[in-house]
């Protein structure tokens, strides 16, 4: 695993958007696995400067993103579809074609999810996976359980997810409470993770995902067994790697 030790959010926003950009530049039909929430706004802020500077173009980029809301429309405006929109798409060349969300909607989730797996495997698995972590060590919607899901898969969030996206909605009452999630074997699938993170509310998950046992109690600690895993934070999250010694 290669750490980059940020000084603070928008450094590792920056770095973030680098290491996307040089994806894109190297390989520009590169498929993104994508993630929402506030860890990668930064980065997709980046991103759409460096279009508009003439830097990179997305015209024949894929992407695939890891989860949506169960019950959102995507036009709502706390779906990620909607913020996949409002925070890139809608400001970069990207063709709409190419780019998926999964459907919050679905009357088949099952089948869905079967169809989500299956266009990822045809694609040879992304060749860049942007994560974030949630407090609880979540990448994705995967939660803390007794065993790692393989496959994309409607998932109950945990009490601790919805307190943390409540601030989001109006309430928390108004937070879904499932959400469909690519699985672990297409997020490992991926030729290179990008793991990101910022604040000292995720000190504790980076480092059980780093240092920890390999236990679906830590979702993130599964990426030890990725052979390619860049993690970019700010010295807050990595807060307890270096008070652990460990070099960063």
Known sequence: MKIYREK????????AASVIAGEVVHNPACLLGLATGSTPEGAYKYLVDWYKQGLISFQDVLSVNLDEYVGLAPDHDQSYRYFMQSNLFDHVDINPDNTRV???LTADPKAFCDGYDAYIRSMGY???????????????????????????????????????????????????????????????????????????????????????????????????????????????????????????
């Open 102 to 104: 999964p459907d919050g």
């Open 126 to 248: 992304a060749d860049l996976q942007l994560l974030g972590i949630g407090r609880n060590g979540h990448i994705g919607f995967n939660e803390p359980g007794d065993c790692f899901v393989k496959e994309t898969h409607v998932v109950d969030l945990a009490e601790s997810t919805i307190d943390a996206n409540a601030r989001f909605f109006a309430s928390r009452d108004d937070v879904p409470k499932q959400a469909i999630s690519m699985g672990m074997g297409a997020i490992m699938g991926a030729k290179k993770v990008l793991l990101c993170a910022s604040g000292e509310e995720k000190a504790d998950a980076i480092y059980h995902s780093v240092c920890g046992p390999i236990t679906p109690k830590c979702p993130g600690s599964i990426l030890q067994l990725h052979k390619n895993v860049v993690l970019v934070a700010d010295e807050a999250a990595l807060s307890k790697l270096i008070a652990a010694g460990v070099e960063v």
């Open 8 to 15: 603070d959010y928008d450094a590792m926003s920056r770095r």
